[in-house]
């Protein structure tokens, strides 16, 4: 740190440890400048609260209240503001929170993300200036909106995409496979990604990068799968998880 000319603040330091199993635990601490540095449950890190048993539950309740904080702002001035006016301060203030660093929700139970969706449809009604239980689905169409758990996956799947064709960083191209045959067969042009080991263990294991995207990427149409660019690919992504989620509702 010395050679890039930085330090660090002991009093803004914070040390997470995050146990490979829930059985396992060790009485950490870092002396440091006349500091003891201890474990914390919660750290933040560029705007994510990650806790130590990473159910991200802490995360989810500051995001929903931060948002919902936006929302009461943005009522009190809704009747000055046309639909397109009030759409747009949505989509930048709220619905981008939403998206910001979502892959990271990816595989966590439904209940976990559920006060995101309750945000969510909470700036549709407010975007359409409708009363609390006003139908939802129909406005999050109208909108083009995918619902946040479809946004997770549309941003997983998105990674997957650029891992495999080469833009991501290493680190992450490393965690994905093309799926070979060993001869020219019709399956060869399938685009499939090879799915990890099953020796992969811990209770995190089912929520891995390496796990998830392989699986969501196959369950893909083979239109999707084979997009012959990025841009393709989010278009056709974005219809395929727009039908999936809101065409029969």
Same mark, same amino acid.
């Given at each position: 740190? @010395?050679?890039?000319?930085?330090? &660090?603040? *002991?009093?803004? @330091?914070?040390?997470?440890?995050? *146990?490979?199993?829930? %059985? ?16 914390? @449950?919660?750290?933040?890190?560029? %705007?994510?609260?990650?806790?130590? #048993?990473l ?8 995001? @929903?209240? !931060? ?12 009747? +000055? ?5 009030? #759409? /747009? ?17 990816? $595989? ?23 009363? =609390? +239980?006003?139908?939802?689905? *129909? ?26 064709? %080469?833009?991501?960083p290493?680190? &992450?191209?490393?965690?994905? =496979?093309?799926?070979? /045959?060993?001869?020219d ?15 992969? #263990? $811990? =209770?995190?294991? !089912?929520?891995? +990068? !390496?796990? &998830? ?8 149409? &083979? ?5 012959? !660019? ?11 998880? +727009? ?7």
């Amino acid at each position: 740190m @010395t050679t890039h000319h930085l330090k &660090l603040n *002991p009093s803004k @330091t914070e040390m997470l440890y995050i *146990p490979g199993s829930s %059985g396992i635990r060790c009485d950490l601490s870092i002396p440091f400048e006349n500091t003891l540095i201890t474990p914390s @449950t919660e750290a933040r890190s560029l %705007g994510v609260v990650v806790d130590d #048993q990473l159910s991200f539950m802490a995360h989810v309740a500051n995001l @929903t209240r !931060s948002c919902r904080f936006l929302l009461y702002n943005i009522r009190r001035i809704r009747p +000055f503001l046309s639909r397109e006016a009030t #759409q /747009v301060l949505v989509q930048s203030l709220v619905i981008s929170r939403l998206d910001y660093c979502n892959s990271l929700l990816a $595989g966590l139970p439904m209940r976990t993300i559920r006060p995101l969706q309750l945000i969510q449809n909470a700036a549709a009604r407010l975007v359409f200036n409708l009363p =609390k +239980f006003s139908h939802v689905t *129909p406005l999050l169409r109208s909108l083009h909106w995918l619902p946040v758990a479809a946004r997770i996956r549309y941003k997983t799947l998105m990674l997957a995409y650029k891992a495999k064709n %080469g833009p991501a960083p290493s680190y &992450l191209r490393s965690m994905v =496979k093309a799926r070979s /045959v060993p001869r020219d067969l019709r399956a060869s042009s399938t685009a499939r990604l090879d799915p990890p080991s099953s020796r992969s #263990q $811990g =209770k995190h294991a !089912s929520r891995l +990068f !390496s796990v &998830l995207a392989p699986r969501w990427w196959n369950e893909l149409p &083979l239109s999707v799968r084979t997009a012959e !660019s990025l841009a393709v690919f989010k278009h056709r992504l974005k219809t395929h998880l +727009f039908t999936l989620h809101l065409s029969n509702h």
